[in-house]
């Protein structure tokens, strides 16, 4: 049953982190960029909130690939 409990927990915090890294990283992002000096004007913000969004998908395939990392490894401690 523990190993079931974990199983899930790893699940749910790849979760969490597939969801909140794109909009963790464009909000980095534009803080540092306007610590710099750089102003912020709807052009910038607008062209990087388009490549965050195609950034996406391959950190979608990345979620995929641990969750399948981890039901590997749930395999192999079972075997």
């Known amino acids: ?3 079931i409990r974990s199983l899930l927990l ?13 909009a963790l990283a464009a909000t980095v992002s ?3 960029y306007a610590a ?3 102003a912020l004007d709807p052009a910038v913000i607008f ?6 969004q195609l ?3 391959p950190l979608q395939f990345m ?3 641990r ?3 981890s039901k590997v490894k749930s395999v192999e401690k079972c075997l």
């Open 30 to 32: 534009f803080i540092v």
């Open 36 to 38: 710099m000096g750089h």
């Open 67 to 69: 969750i399948s990392l």
């Open 63 to 65: 979620r995929m690939f």
């Open 1 to 3: 049953m523990k190993h």
């Open 10 to 22: 790893i699940r749910a915090a790849n979760n969490a982190i597939a969801f909140t890294l794109p």
């Open 55 to 57: 950034l996406r998908i």
């Open 47 to 52: 062209a990087a909130l388009t490549l965050f």
